[in-house]
């Protein structure tokens, strides 16, 4: 069992895999949009690296099925219900109480600018946002609770959070098993030795939406929603 170190391990995917294996990933997939004060943890780059070591994962936990693609799809069958699951809390948890949310004072773990950007998003995106902010850091934590608080049809909802998962966990988790295979085969390079520059990229590439609007987008007038009823 890996050792904690620092609060880097915390945004570290590898420290997961090696701690807890395949029921902390399903946790962690679960936590970073069923508790809202999740968006802090690894979600896309904990998937890549999950599939890199999907093998490992699925032997450890259940034995081998003798197949990279059956572990594959195990693994990534197993987020993605994690994933749903995750959702759907956070969908019904708007539906209860989310409208109190917008009255609640910042604290450490919640900021409110994040509820209000989940809310423009899903505002313009409509039912899609609830696809598209699977692959979105922090919007994904939030597009389900303002899905609740906006009372989207419960079946839409289902649906496109399904969706959403599948894709989501899928092309992550098999980009993430394929990818280690190719670059070992063709040019003999081990990504589990390049994980640090790994996670790097999939954050600066995950996140670059949200620097570009930070740096470039104007300033959002938050004061809009200080009064509006979202009950």
């Not at 572990?71 to 993605?80: I, Q, R, Y």
């Not at 956070?90 to 600018?113: E, I, V």
């Amino acid at each position: 069992m890996e050792d904690f170190n620092s609060w880097k391990d915390l945004l570290n995917p590898e420290f997961y895999i090696k701690m807890g294996g395949f029921w902390l990933i399903l946790f962690i997939v679960f936590a970073e949009t069923g508790l809202f004060v999740g968006f802090f943890l690894p979600g896309d780059s904990l998937l890549f690296v999950s599939g890199i070591y999907a093998v490992e994962i699925i032997k450890e936990t259940f034995g081998s099925t003798g197949s990279d693609f059956l572990d594959t799809t195990l693994l990534a069958t197993g987020v993605a219900i994690a994933a749903v699951i995750g959702n759907e809390v956070g969908y019904y948890f708007g539906r209860k109480t989310g409208p109190a949310l917008y009255k609640r004072p910042d604290s450490m773990l919640f900021k409110k600018k994040y509820l209000y950007q989940a809310h423009d998003f899903f505002e313009k995106h409509g039912a899609l946002a609830i696809i598209m902010a699977r692959f979105l850091p922090v919007v994904r934590t939030f597009t389900p609770i303002v899905a609740g608080i906006v009372k989207m049809d419960k079946k839409e909802f289902l649906r496109d959070n399904i969706i959403g998962a599948v894709l989501w966990s899928f092309i992550l988790i098999f980009a993430g098993h394929y990818l280690d295979k190719l670059f070992m085969e063709q040019f003999g390079i081990n990504l589990k030795e390049k994980l640090e520059y790994i996670i790097i990229v999939i954050v600066l590439v995950t996140t670059l939406p949200v620097i570009i609007k930070f740096m470039f987008g104007k300033k959002e007038d938050f004061s809009k929603y200080e009064n509006k009823d979202f009950e």
